[in-house]
């Protein structure tokens, strides 16, 4: 290495400092640690927040220009879980005649649950034929494997659902027949025939399937309805659109609220900045104990090499070089620090997509932790390189 | 070459050199001797511009040191003054020539592997250029030491001890090598020394501490 030390100034510096890093392989070892661990946190972080707004944004958009009308004791506006007072197929009607409206289904909500884990509770809707047939954005239209149910034994799942349910142990496959608990304890064996994926985190966290089956899961009369999906004309008229259905369905039996599931999402929204805010906040607490970490190394490396430094110092160089050489060491290992952060963070991102789906951060982020971790290494290097250029060699070789 | 005026260091209240007068003229090999904390060493740091004299004049090679600001005194560092130390300080993970080069390293080393080689050579230890100190004897890293002490052609050579560590056939080789450099390259040498026989092979001794 030091043998084309040759070649100009900095790069006999910069190979001597290479040489000094691999003197120490401990210590070379413990600063890489301390970067890389820093860094790759900060990736996998950065890959959460990203996987938490870009479903959020999905969902939003998926959402948009629909309304939901549900009875007032349905639990979250009828969306999810949404049993409550059965709708009567009036209110589909007097739905469909309101102004602005494009169109409407009856849907029923229910609940699954597994006869071999009864407490674990999987929401469910069933789909009238007639939305399985004209709306697409439908669980029925969004097929990603397998194919949609053709009659009343047969359900779908979603691909957020078969995720989770896979990072909690219990697999959902295609062609599986588990078996669900009935409201009167009986129980029904339902073929899993396909995995939807609507881009709608609400939606891809639930199973479908006819509303006929629904209707006996939830114990329905026929013709009554959990919900009604309502779809407007255009995005922007959601909310004259929802005016106009309070004012025709105010004296509904059951009384009525109408829904924009987008506003369900808001509190939803403040969440995720808050966790975006607190991921930020570790991300940088994390880059500050990088900081520390390697500051300490270097300082305990410099410690240990006053007398080399008092030595360079009384064969002519002078304080700036030496402090320039401590500075190198530290970008050097900050450098691999950062190659090991970014491995690693891309790596942790990869396997933990495999149930979160948080896919690896994009690259103009990649580049930004990789310039933070190489400044982190830097400005750790600062302090003990500063130190290193102000020793002063009479004294430290006169102590021996 | 080397003037001292009245020089003075104290260190707290303990006054190591008194009203120390010296001159050596270009060419001049010279041994101090004086007990231990007599001051050989501060001196030999002062004159190395390693230290500052508490009052007093320094004059090394026309560079008046007293007067010359505390960053510049690299330059007399580099351009005036070898230094050879009792415990060689080789840095071990690199290989003697590279040892040799290190004083260069700052301002680029261009064209002087070649040199180090040749230093090298005439220290004695030509085929052994890549080993590194550890795999060297102790008179061996002490003329890698004097090697390194060269590279930089500096006019006056300062050892402190340079044969302290060493057994006597090896500090015999290293004086040796230091009255070469003396005869062969008019180096201007002072050696800080407790061996009565090595001060007895210079040309001139100095006591302190009396």
């Known amino acids: 290495m030091v043998r084309d030390v040759v070649l100009g100034r900095r790069r006999a510096l910069f190979l001597l400092a290479l040489k000094n890093v691999l003197r120490k392989k401990a210590v070379a070892c413990l600063a890489l640690l301390g970067v890389g661990l820093g860094s790759s946190l900060i990736i996998v972080l950065l890959s959460l927040s990203g996987s938490l707004n870009r479903n959020l944004d999905r969902t939003v958009s998926a959402l948009a220009g629909k309304l939901v009308v549900s009875p007032r004791d349905a639990l979250f506006g009828g969306i999810f879980f949404g049993s409550g007072t059965p709708l009567p197929p009036g209110d589909l009607a007097t739905v469909r005649e309101t102004k602005g409206v494009r169109n409407a289904y009856g849907r029923v909500s229910a609940s699954l649950h597994p006869a071999d884990f009864p407490d674990l509770v999987l929401p469910f809707t069933g789909y009238s034929p007639e939305e399985i047939q004209a709306a697409a954005g439908t669980p029925f239209a969004e097929v990603v494997r397998g194919r949609a149910p053709a009659n009343d034994k047969e359900i779908i799942v979603g691909r957020r659902l078969v995720d989770t349910l896979s990072f909690l142990g219990r697999k959902l496959a295609v062609g599986d027949t588990p078996s669900f608990q009935l409201p009167d304890g009986a129980t029904i064996d339902l073929r899993v025939t396909g995995v939807f994926q609507t881009g709608d985190e609400i939606t891809d966290t639930s199973v479908a399937g006819s509303i006929g089956l629904a209707r006996q899961l939830a114990s329905l009369p026929q013709n009554d309805y959990s919900s009604l999906a309502v779809r407007v004309e255009r995005p922007d008229e959601v909310l004259p659109v929802e005016q106009s259905l309070l004012a025709e369905m105010a004296k509904s039996d059951p009384p009525v609220q109408v829904v924009a599931p987008k506003n369900l999402l808001d509190p939803l929204a403040a969440s995720t900045k808050a966790v975006d805010r607190l991921l930020l906040a570790i991300s940088l607490l994390s880059a500050l104990g990088s900081t520390l970490f390697i500051s300490i190394i270097m300082s305990i490396t410099v410690v240990e090499r006053m007398k080399e430094f008092a030595v360079l110092k009384a064969v002519g160089w002078c304080g700036r070089h030496v402090t320039t050489l401590v500075l190198a060491e530290s970008l050097i290992l900050s450098l691999a620090g950062t190659a090991l952060g970014l491995a690693l963070g891309c790596g942790g991102a990869l396997v933990l997509g495999r149930w979160l789906k948080p896919g690896v951060p994009a690259w103009p982020q990649l580049v930004q932790v990789a310039v933070l971790a190489v400044l982190v290494g830097t400005v750790g290097g600062i302090f003990p390189a500063w130190r290193a250029g102000r020793v002063a060699p009479a004294l430290i070789l006169h102590q021996g | ?210």
């Open chain 2, 1 to 210: 070459m080397i003037r001292c005026e009245n020089l003075e260091k104290t260190y707290g209240s303990v006054n190591v050199l008194s009203d120390f007068n010296l001159s050596l003229p270009r060419g001049a090999f010279c041994a101090l001797v004086g007990p231990s904390g007599g001051g050989k060493t501060t001196l030999l740091n002062i004159l190395g511009a390693l230290d500052r004299p508490t009052a007093g004049r320094v004059v090394l090679d026309g560079t008046d040191l007293t007067a010359c600001p505390e960053k510049a005194l690299y330059r007399v560092r580099r351009d005036k003054v070898g230094f050879v130390f009792q415990l060689y300080h080789l840095i071990p993970a690199l290989k003697a020539w590279e040892n040799v080069l290190v004083p260069a390293v700052p301002w680029g080393s261009a064209g002087l592997k070649e040199r180090a080689g040749s230093l090298l050579s005439m220290v004695g230890l030509a085929g052994k250029e890549d080993r590194r100190p550890g795999q060297l004897s102790g008179g061996e890293q002490q003329r890698v030491a004097v090697a390194r002490a060269l590279l930089l052609d500096p006019p006056i050579i300062l050892a402190d001890e340079p044969t302290g560590n060493l057994d006597r056939a090896s500090g015999r080789k290293v004086m040796q090598l230091l009255r070469r450099l003396n005869q062969e390259l008019g180096k201007t040498i002072l050696v800080a020394t407790h061996d009565p026989g090595v001060a007895g092979g210079c040309q001139s001794v100095i006591e302190l501490g009396q």
